[in-house]
């Protein structure tokens, strides 16, 4: 059971991961990049699982946002092709993939027909069929879509995320400036947080580095029973 759990909070935790930034231009443009997380739980116990995100071009507008995630409990694999239109993520195609030892295979696919203003897809083999609201985003475009809003000096968002079939209001906002120690440097970061209800008892928290371009140093996730889960970059590549 305690593997079951970890690996679920791994899953979130990883694909909660906001996107390295791009070139600070007037009108936003996307870099490439790859990164590699670890993970972590309360008390220091490795979690021994470690995360990659790569963004990539494929041409024509149309890029290839990926997370893969390798432990000694589960692999994800997560992947989203869209265009980046004007500051703002539209999804094409998105899938989902969970698998591991104890744990119960889950998928989910979505696919995004803007011209006809519908989106089908299925959740654990139930298939679904949703209408399209405008910058209407999925599970993993979304965190992109926050990284470029962030840079570009909001401090306060909420997206329409389409997941599992229906629609979910996220909100993030930064809450603080904050310090922390990198490679023996302290660096000032903003501190962000995922705002949910007031009675909510669970808490994410996401630190970003103004100064080399609002690069995601350090991910934590307080858990309602009052564990702690962390993420921290172990290093990362920008194309030039």
């Given at each position: 059971?305690?593997?079951?759990?970890?690996?679920?909070?791994?899953?979130?935790?990883?694909?909660?991961?906001?996107?390295?930034?791009?070139?600070?231009?007037?009108?936003?443009?996307?870099?490439?990049?790859?990164?590699?997380?670890?993970?972590?739980?309360?008390?220091?116990?490795?979690?021994?699982?470690?995360?990659?995100?790569?963004?990539?071009?494929?041409?024509?507008?149309?890029?290839?946002?990926?997370?893969?995630?390798?432990?000694?409990?589960?692999?994800?694999?997560?992947?989203?092709?869209?265009?980046?239109?004007?500051?703002?993520?539209?999804?094409?195609?998105?899938?989902?993939?969970?698998?591991?030892?104890?744990?119960?295979?889950?998928e989910q696919s979505i696919d995004f027909d803007w011209q006809a203003g519908l989106a089908s897809g299925s959740y654990r083999g139930k298939a679904f069929e949703v209408e399209l609201r405008e910058n209407t985003l999925d599970p993993l475009g979304y965190q992109l879509q926050l990284h470029q809003d962030l840079k570009a000096g909001k401090r306060d968002v909420t997206y329409q995320?389409?997941?599992?079939?229906?629609?979910?209001?996220?909100?993030?906002?930064?809450?603080?400036?904050?310090?922390?120690?990198?490679?023996?440097?302290?660096?000032?970061?903003?501190?962000?947080?995922?705002?949910?209800?007031?009675?909510?008892?669970?808490?994410?928290?996401?630190?970003?580095?103004?100064?080399?371009?609002?690069?995601?140093?350090?991910?934590?996730?307080?858990?309602?029973?009052?564990?702690?889960?962390?993420?921290?970059?172990?290093?990362?590549?920008?194309?030039?």
């Amino acid at each position: 059971m305690r593997r079951k759990i970890r690996c679920r909070l791994l899953a979130g935790l990883i694909a909660g991961l906001p996107a390295l930034p791009a070139t600070a231009t007037e009108s936003p443009q996307l870099t490439p990049y790859k990164a590699h997380y670890t993970a972590a739980m309360s008390k220091g116990v490795s979690l021994n699982g470690e995360g990659e995100r790569v963004l990539s071009s494929q041409g024509n507008n149309v890029w290839l946002y990926r997370t893969d995630v390798d432990s000694f409990i589960a692999d994800i694999d997560e992947s989203l092709i869209f265009r980046w239109e004007d500051g703002q993520v539209v999804p094409l195609r998105y899938r989902y993939r969970l698998s591991g030892f104890l744990i119960k295979d889950r998928e989910q696919s979505i696919d995004f027909d803007w011209q006809a203003g519908l989106a089908s897809g299925s959740y654990r083999g139930k298939a679904f069929e949703v209408e399209l609201r405008e910058n209407t985003l999925d599970p993993l475009g979304y965190q992109l879509q926050l990284h470029q809003d962030l840079k570009a000096g909001k401090r306060d968002v909420t997206y329409q995320v389409l997941d599992k079939g229906d629609y979910d209001d996220d909100r993030f906002a930064v809450i603080d400036e904050d310090s922390l120690n990198k490679d023996g440097q302290n660096r000032n970061t903003l501190k962000a947080e995922k705002v949910r209800e007031k009675d909510s008892r669970r808490q994410t928290l996401m630190w970003f580095d103004p100064a080399r371009d609002y690069l995601l140093v350090r991910l934590l996730q307080v858990e309602p029973d009052g564990s702690e889960y962390e993420l921290k970059l172990k290093d990362a590549t920008l194309a030039d």
